[in-house]
């Protein structure tokens, strides 16, 4: 298929796997965090790891927007689904995540709540259309790549005067986040191979800043297999030449500003909290995003009263460590036993991009 | 007084009295017509069949009913031709039974019907007893059918698990096929697609492989879960290691561009005309090539092999070369794709 099996092509993964190899200095231990969950699946997927030399060591970040909500989030849009004359409209992924005590968005559906999987927030504004008698609550999540389709639905609620669609805006940023993980000095980065969805919007001059406060080089790598091995092999690159920079190997999609009419429709209706709470990484200031005040008419948290829940993880569980990079998936005592993308005790085992998953559904 | 296929299906049609009298004669059996059915009996008493039997049963709820390259009605009869057939049964006789909504349109029924009666007589099967039951409105979704089937299996077949560490496994084309056209029908996600069903009885492509008399280890068509779910139940059931071979499996441009888009992996997508058959290393080639001289397995191919037969796993060797496992589908990925 054109435009993807290009980037799958095994006659040129074998080339750049022959190039890592002459590149990697047998001194040197590469360890290199792929922040976005896309890439952990990509290089489960496609069994990369086993191609590559062993002193290249991956590190599975949190860039999994269904992995890093806390629990207290998912208790709150479990609360809001069972509100009365509510239609919670949720992506895919969220409804299988084990809120408190493994309670979920796919059980309180069964339990009657009127709960919707949407593909786009679009078919959660029709359903507000169509049900004016209802409350249509769209459950926003996700890095920068979905928040501009939130942006995008709070406007064109405005401009509908659809009084009855409510956004629980649950958008996280990137760039902190790995600011975040770099400042804790838990986890030894030697360099990032650095989101793709995201900076098609963000663009790469976003990561400037964590680059140079933390010295550490970033290339921007697509989610495809050669991508991802192309941007192993500039990463190796950059480190056996001390260099810290910003490569954008993918330069079919991601530009240095991004996509400004995103950044300006975000910017419309959106601002960033004072502190957002994530799994594993805890409490970050500047993190999220929330909606204006000028748009707090579609605001759930603004129209319902919605209690604050203090649940805790699953205490065997290792997400948290996972998702900072401290553990692998099989260090897990969980992994495998009590969990599994069946019954998820945690939410690295419930998305497709969660390391817990990835490694559960590729790994030999 | 004859039907008028503009109306609904109401209540009175399912209560047995004479609408449903009309029903069962100016469309069922007027479409199904065969002399077993003519007897318009509780049952259908059948000549007597020497042999094995086999019997199977499924019940069909895809949801839209109508797609690109079958309907519910072609389904409900190819879905338990196949199910017989991987046996090496020769499917003989189907009993269907409708649940119809109130409401449900008598021209939607009237294709159906047709369109299980054209099934039938392709796959060279008669329709033999039935039942029609309608439930008030809000209480089905249009249509539920369910078919059983019977077929005999010809004493000279003889599938014997009797694995060896080196069979193959083969399928006769692509996959994902099925899934995807329904997927591409469903309401909310409008995009248009010219992918088809792949939905065909598999009893005409089976008995010609069977008749080269191979060792054949075992048969199943694999149907919801995909390819990964059969596949996954043969490795852990009969304690194999089985490995894929991604460069060998057929997933067609329009089907691979879809998954794509929805995050799906073709591995996990339903099929519903493909059959998976393990044989003996030696009998592999000889089974492909009879396969593409048929029209459903022009695109037959070898694509995995067993490894062990002591302990159970899935792996696939990727084009890239490395070796990944192969899970089962987790959670509901497509429901009500049959």
């Known amino acids: 298929m054109k435009y993807i099996d290009e980037f799958r092509n095994s006659a040129v993964a074998k080339k750049l796997i022959e190039q890592i190899n002459g590149t990697v200095k047998p001194e040197i231990n590469y360890r290199l965090m792929e922040f976005c969950g896309g890439h952990t699946h990509a290089i489960h997927r496609y069994a990369l790891s086993q191609l590559l030399p062993k002193n290249i060591k991956l590190i599975h970040g949190p860039g999994c927007p269904v992995c890093v909500l806390p629990i207290p989030r998912i208790d709150q849009a479990i609360w809001l689904a069972s509100q009365e004359n509510v239609i919670l409209c949720s992506y895919a992924d969220m409804l299988r995540v084990p809120g408190d005590h493994q309670d979920s968005l796919i059980k309180a559906k069964s339990r009657g709540a009127d709960v919707r999987i949407i593909y786009s927030v679009g078919d959660a504004l029709k359903i507000a259309q169509n049900n004016p008698e209802k409350i249509i609550v769209f459950f926003a999540i996700g890095f920068e790549t979905t928040t501009p389709p939130t942006a995008h639905a709070l406007l064109e609620a405005k401009r509908l005067g659809l009084t009855n669609f409510k956004v629980f805006c649950n958008h996280v940023l990137t760039p902190v986040a790995m600011a975040a993980i770099l400042h804790t000095d838990e986890v030894e980065i030697d360099g990032f191979i650095g989101p793709s969805h995201v900076s098609i919007v963000i663009g790469s001059d976003a990561y400037k800043k964590v680059s140079d406060d933390y010295q550490k080089p970033i290339v921007i790598a697509g989610f495809e297999p050669l991508d991802v091995l192309q941007s192993i092999l500039y990463l190796i690159e950059l480190i056996n030449n001390k ?39 805890g409490a970050i200031p500047h993190s999220g995003l929330k909606i204006k005040a000028a748009y707090q008419d579609y605001d759930a948290e603004v129209y319902f009263n919605i209690p604050l829940f203090n649940s805790d993880d699953v205490k065997a569980c290792e997400c948290p460590q996972i998702l900072r990079g401290l553990k692998e998936p099989r260090e897990c005592k969980l992994f495998g036993k009590a969990c599994t993308p069946e019954h998820p005790m945690g939410a690295c085992m419930v998305s497709s991009e969660g390391a817990c998953a990835a490694s559960y559904q590729y790994t030999v | 007084m004859k039907l008028n296929f503009k109306e609904n299906i109401d209540l009175t049609i399912g209560a047995g009295g004479r609408a449903m009298y009309q029903l069962l004669n100016q469309l069922i059996l007027k ?33 839209p009913l109508f797609f690109n390259g079958g309907d519910i ?54 329709i033999v007893t039935g039942d029609t039951k309608v439930v008030e409105k809000g209480k089905g979704d249009g249509l539920f059918i369910n078919t059983s089937g019977v077929g005999v299996i010809n004493d000279a077949i003889k599938i014997v698990a009797n694995f060896k560490v080196g069979d193959k496994i083969i399928i006769n084309g692509s996959i994902a096929d099925h899934g995807m056209a329904i997927m591409s ?10 992918i088809a069903s792949d ?41 194999l290691g089985i490995d894929l071979k991604e460069d060998q499996i057929l997933v067609h441009e329009n089907v691979k561009g879809i998954c794509e888009l929805l995050g799906l992996d073709p591995l996990h997508v339903a099929n519903e005309g493909k059959v998976l058959i393990m044989c003996a290393a030696e009998d592999a080639e000889r089974i492909v090539a009879k396969m593409r001289e048929h029209p459903l397995g022009k695109e037959a191919s070898i694509i995995a092999e067993v490894q062990s037969i002591s302990e159970s796993y899935v792996t696939m060797t990727t084009a890239f070369g490395g070796i990944r496992r192969v ?11 049959c």
């Open chain 1, 243 to 281: 260099k810290v920079t910003i490569i954008n190997q993918y330069s079919r999609a991601v530009s240095t500003a991004g996509n400004t009419n995103a950044q300006q429709m975000i910017a419309e209706v959106l601002e960033i909290r004072d502190e957002f709470s994530w799994r594993g990484l």
């Open chain 2, 31 to 63: 479409e199904f017509d065969n002399e077993f059915l003519a007897q318009q009996s509780d049952q259908a008493i059948l000549p007597e069949i020497k042999g094995r039997l086999a019997f199977s049963t499924d019940s069909y709820v895809v949801s």
């Open chain 2, 73 to 126: 009605g072609s389904i409900a009869i190819n879905g338990t031709v196949n199910d017989l057939a991987v046996s090496g049964a020769k499917p003989l006789y189907i009993s269907v039974g409708f649940i119809i909504e109130e409401g449900f349109p008598l021209s939607d029924l009237r294709t159906v019907v047709q369109s299980m009666a054209k099934a039938a007589r392709e796959a060279n099967v008669l």
């Open chain 2, 185 to 194: 029908r469903r309401q909310g996600l409008d995009f248009a697609s010219d």
């Open chain 2, 199 to 239: 939905c065909a009885a598999l009893n005409g492509l089976i008995a010609e492989v069977v008749a080269l008399n191979p060792a054949i280890r075992c048969m199943r068509d694999p149907t919801r879960g995909g390819l990964s779910a059969t596949i996954n139940e043969w490795a852990s059931f009969y304690k």
């Open chain 2, 327 to 337: 899970d089962w589908l987790s959670g509901e990925q497509l429901p009500r794709i």
